[in-house]
């Protein structure tokens, strides 16, 4: 099972003891900071925990596999994410 912004909403409130509606506006401001930031172009670094990096595609030949048709795919920016050393070793037991 995934967690969910409900989960972290959830877990603001039991850690730090807000009241409900203000940890729901705690994380949802937090998300949209980071979505901002990563709309902007800006890589987010949240130490201990890894690095958002928005990286520029290239334009690239493809193939529309349902009729076989070649095509060119825009240029795209994405968000790869490389987590820390820390969240590394905890993910993996260590």
Do not use: W, Y
Request: aromatic share 4%; net charge positive; with cysteine.
């Amino acid at each position: 099972m995934a967690l969910t912004k409900h989960d972290i909403a959830e877990q603001v409130q039991a850690k730090l003891g807000f009241p409900k509606n203000q940890s729901v506006e705690i994380t949802e401001a937090i998300l949209e900071t980071i979505k901002a930031t990563l709309a902007s172009g800006e890589d987010v670094l949240v130490s201990g925990f890894g690095k958002f990096c928005v990286k520029e595609k290239r334009e690239r030949k493809g193939r529309n596999p349902a009729t076989d048709e070649d095509l060119m795919l825009p240029a795209r920016r994405v968000v790869t994410f490389k987590c820390s050393g820390i969240l590394r070793e905890k993910v993996n037991g260590k």
